[in-house]
């Protein structure tokens, strides 16, 4: 990933929103959001693996990015996505896997900015398709995400194998 910045005023007269690849420095910041992240969906993720996902998110080899939203200096929110392959295209698909945002600055435009973000450099950078998923309860995320397109007809299948 590149390690561009990109920013964005927010719709309110809020401070502007810096959107940036995450460093090894953000690492406590992201863990906080992360911890909070895993809380809003009642999980456990394994220290382990959040460990993994850390050390892939700054290993420039890996498919793996995490995109974090400063306001006012402060790190509010990341998204984390991976970009892969298709087979409908010559160029990658990009699945945004993790969105968050601190509850402190919610509705402010911070989640709106990092999407925004993956698009435009989607789209600066070839990529096929931004893609991901919720569910269908998470009302809250969906204004959002309908602000960006409608959600399609598919229904997901997911076979636990571990
Ligand atoms: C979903 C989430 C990332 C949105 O982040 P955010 O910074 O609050 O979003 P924004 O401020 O950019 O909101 C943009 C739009 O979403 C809607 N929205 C966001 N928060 C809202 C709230 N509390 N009440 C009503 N609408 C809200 C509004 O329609 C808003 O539109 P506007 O920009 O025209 O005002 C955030 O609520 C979050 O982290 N939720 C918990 C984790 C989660 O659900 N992640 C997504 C899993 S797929």
Same mark, same amino acid.
């Given at each position: 990933?590149?390690?561009?910045?990109?920013?964005?005023?927010?719709?309110?007269?809020?401070?502007?929103?810096?959107?940036?690849?995450?460093?090894?420095?953000?690492?406590?910041?992201?863990?906080?959001?992360?911890?909070?992240?895993?809380?809003?969906?009642?999980?456990?993720?394994?220290?382990?693996?959040?460990?993994?996902?850390?050390?892939?998110?700054?290993?420039? =080899? +890996?498919?793996?990015?995490? &995109?974090?939203?400063?306001?006012?200096?402060?790190? !509010?929110?990341?998204? #984390?996505?991976?970009?892969?392959?298709?087979?409908?295209?010559?160029?990658?698909?990009?699945?945004?896997?993790?969105?968050?945002?601190?509850?402190?600055?919610?509705?402010?435009?911070?989640?709106?900015?990092?999407?925004?973000?993956?698009?435009?450099?989607?789209?600066?950078?070839?990529?096929?398709?931004?893609?991901?998923?919720?569910? =269908? +309860?998470?009302?809250?995320? &969906?204004?959002?995400?309908?602000?960006?397109?409608? !959600?399609?007809?598919? #229904?997901?299948?997911?076979?636990?194998?571990?």
């Amino acid at each position: 990933m590149s390690g561009t910045e990109q920013k964005s005023e927010a719709a309110s007269s809020q401070a502007p929103i810096c959107v940036r690849d995450a460093t090894a420095g953000d690492e406590a910041r992201w863990r906080v959001l992360w911890a909070g992240y895993t809380a809003f969906y009642e999980t456990d993720v394994p220290a382990d693996v959040t460990a993994h996902t850390w050390a892939r998110i700054l290993d420039p =080899a +890996s498919p793996i990015s995490c &995109r974090l939203a400063e306001r006012e200096g402060r790190v !509010a929110g990341f998204a #984390v996505s991976v970009l892969h392959p298709g087979t409908w295209g010559h160029g990658p698909r990009c699945y945004l896997e993790d969105l968050f945002v601190d509850p402190k600055v919610r509705g402010g435009g911070v989640g709106r900015a990092l999407i925004q973000d993956l698009i435009t450099r989607g789209r600066a950078e070839g990529w096929i398709e931004l893609y991901w998923q919720t569910k =269908a +309860s998470n009302t809250v995320a &969906r204004r959002l995400y309908d602000s960006f397109t409608p !959600a399609d007809e598919f #229904v997901r299948y997911c076979v636990q194998l571990a």
